[in-house]
C-alpha cells in the first residue's frame, strides 16, 4: 500500500508536456468547466527544463500548469508538500514559482504571480501520516479573489463520531488532466489546463487521509494528473476537507486527500495563516 501511494503521488504531481506541442496546463475526472465558481483555486506554474526528467518523461520545457492549489489568506497558497519535492528534484528553486488564476491557463496568455514555495519538514513519501501539505506566500496580497477556509481542529473526526460523513459528498477542484478514454488501444488521458470540478462520496476516513469514492458509475468524479494540491471542499461549502494527494493508476475509483484538520497539518499552515 505504500509503494502505491509512492507511486500515485508521484504520478499526480508529474508535470508532463510531451513532444513539441505546447499544450495549455485541463483536468478532474467526470467533471465539468468550473469557470467562475472556485475562483480561489488556482495552478501552480514553473517553468520545466526541455529533456528528460528525473521521473522519466520528457518535456519540451517552457512554463507548464504543474499542479493545483487554493488560496486561505491574501498572500498564502495552499498545495501538496509532494509538488515541492518534485520541483525540487527537477532543479526548481522555491522562488522560480508562479500561481494562475485563470479558470483556464494558456502557456503565454494566463495572468502569473510570482510565489515562493515553503517544504514542509513533516512531510514524507511514506507512512501512516505523509503531512502532504505545503505553501506558497505572495509578497503581495491577492485582492478581488474570496478566500477558502480551513476546517477547526478534528473537524471530520468530530463528524464521523456522529454518523455525519455517511454519504457525505466532496467537491474536488483542479487543473489537472480528464478521465481516460479506451478504445483502440491503451487508456488515454484527457487534456489538461481548465479549472473543473466533480463531486465524490465519503469512502473512508484514517488518522492522515480522507478516502473519497471517484467510481463514475456510482455517480461520483475525483482528479487526475496535476490535480495535486488542489481542495476537496466539504459539500459546496469554501472549507478544505483536505489537499488532493493520489487515488488510483487510471483515476477511476479512488479519491485521496490529505486532511487539514489533523494536527500535523495544523502543525506547519499555523506558522502561515490564522488557523480556526
Given amino acids: 500500500m505504500k509503494k502505491l501511494l509512492v507511486a500515485l503521488m508521484l504520478a499526480l504531481a508529474a508535470t508532463v508536456v510531451v ?6 496546463a485541463a483536468a478532474i475526472t467526470y467533471g465539468a468547466p468550473d469557470g ?10 514553473a517553468e520545466v527544463p526541455a529533456g528528460p526528467g528525473p521521473n522519466g518523461f520528457t518535456y519540451d520545457g517552457g512554463k507548464v500548469a504543474v499542479s493545483s492549489g487554493t488560496l486561505i489568506a491574501s498572500r ?10 518534485i520541483l525540487h528534484s527537477y532543479g526548481i528553486k522555491d522562488d522560480e514559482v508562479w500561481v494562475s488564476f485563470d479558470s483556464a491557463f494558456i502557456r503565454g496568455k494566463s495572468k502569473l504571480i510570482p510565489g515562493t514555495m515553503h517544504a514542509n519538514p513533516g512531510f514524507r513519501w511514506i507512512g501512516s501520516n505523509a503531512n502532504d501539505v505545503a505553501v506558497i506566500t505572495f509578497d ?31 467537491t474536488i477542484v483542479g487543473y489537472g488532466m480528464q478521465e481516460t478514454s479506451v478504445g483502440g488501444g491503451p487508456p488515454v488521458f484527457g487534456p489538461s489546463g481548465e479549472r473543473r470540478f466533480t ?3 465519503f469512502n473512508a476516513l484514517t488518522p492522515a487521509f480522507l478516502h473519497i469514492s ?11 494528473m496535476f490535480d495535486s494540491g488542489g481542495p476537496n471542499f ?9 489537499t488532493t494527494t493520489g487515488g488510483d493508476p487510471l483515476c477511476r475509483a ?10 500535523a497539518a495544523r502543525d506547519y499552515l499555523e506558522h502561515y495563516v490564522t488557523l480556526p
Fill in 76 to 85: 498564502v497558497f495552499l498545495i501538496a508538500g509532494h509538488s515541492v519535492e
Fill in 254 to 263: 479512488l479519491q485521496i486527500a490529505c486532511r487539514m484538520d489533523t494536527p
Fill in 19 to 24: 513532444g513539441t506541442a505546447a499544450q495549455p
Fill in 199 to 201: 463531486t465524490g462520496t
Fill in 36 to 45: 467562475g465558481l472556485h475562483p480561489n483555486v488556482g495552478a501552480l506554474v
Fill in 234 to 242: 466539504l459539500a459546496d461549502s469554501n472549507v478544505i476537507a483536505g
Fill in 140 to 170: 503581495e496580497d491577492v485582492m478581488g479573489i474570496p478566500l477558502a477556509k480551513l476546517p477547526t481542529a478534528g473537524q471530520l473526526d468530530q463528524l464521523a463520531a456522529k454518523n455525519g460523513l455517511k454519504d457525505q459528498k466532496f
Fill in 214 to 224: 471517484a467510481n463514475h458509475a456510482l455517480g461520483n468524479g475525483g482528479s487526475g
